[in-house]
């Protein structure tokens, strides 16, 4: 009877002792590898967002930069280059607009202009467009956008490359480029760098 006793006080002292909970050093442990879990989790959602949000803004600056180019190429072919423009002062001597004359550079320029002529119900009209890179107001000044400036032929004289950066944004000037996205370098080139149709002095004179 007494061993029986015995043993039950045995049972009862090792059930008490399983059900005494979690130890302070436990619980510090349990805490800190879920604390690094959590750190390694969030990190990855955090690397996971901003590659999202990175590719996103490329996808959005390469849908920007292909509608601009396609539109640039698009007027190309039907219009004309209009050299009376880069021959003019205000233009000729103004590296921002100029066509370069370095043989390392090519026939470079900053600013395309061109000269498209339509004739709507026998009256004929030419308009000028000029596209170039200008800083937006406040950016950094290797951030810029793609302006274009358009107007009618209706004088002998272009404007001059300081008229395109000082015209303000309406009518006549507008930005092509989403606001969120800049461009640091943009180049046309144009060939041949002088209009082929004028004739030199030479080709007048008699032999």
């Not at 920007?64 to 205000?90: C, H, K, L």
């Not at 590296?95 to 498209?116: D, F, W, Y």
């Not at 467009?129 to 800083?135: M, P, Q, R, S």
């Amino acid at each position: 009877m007494e061993e029986e006793v015995n043993r039950h006080h045995s049972r009862l002292r090792h059930t008490v002792g399983d059900s005494r909970g979690y130890s302070l050093v436990e619980l510090i442990v349990a805490m800190t590898v879920f604390a690094l879990l959590s750190v390694v989790v969030v990190g990855a959602l955090v690397s996971v967002s901003q590659s999202s949000t990175k590719t996103a803004s490329e996808r959005r600056v390469q849908q920007d930069a292909r509608y601009n180019i396609e539109e640039i190429a698009r007027e190309v072919r039907g219009s004309a280059i209009d050299y009376r423009f880069y021959s003019s002062p205000g233009v000729s001597g103004d590296a921002r607009c100029a066509i370069s004359t370095n043989p390392a550079e090519g026939n470079r320029t900053r600013a395309l202009a061109l000269l498209l002529t339509t004739n709507e119900n026998g009256v004929e009209s030419t308009v000028r467009t000029v596209y170039f890179l200008d800083e937006k107001s406040g950016a950094n000044p290797d951030d810029n956008v793609l302006y274009r400036y358009e107007e009618p032929v209706a004088s002998s004289t272009p404007p001059s490359c300081s008229d395109l950066f000082s015209t303000a944004e309406g009518p006549t000037k507008s930005q092509l480029t989403a606001n969120k996205v800049t461009v640091q370098s943009l180049f046309f080139y144009v060939s041949p760098s002088q209009d082929p149709y004028l004739l030199s002095p030479s080709c007048g004179s008699d032999s």
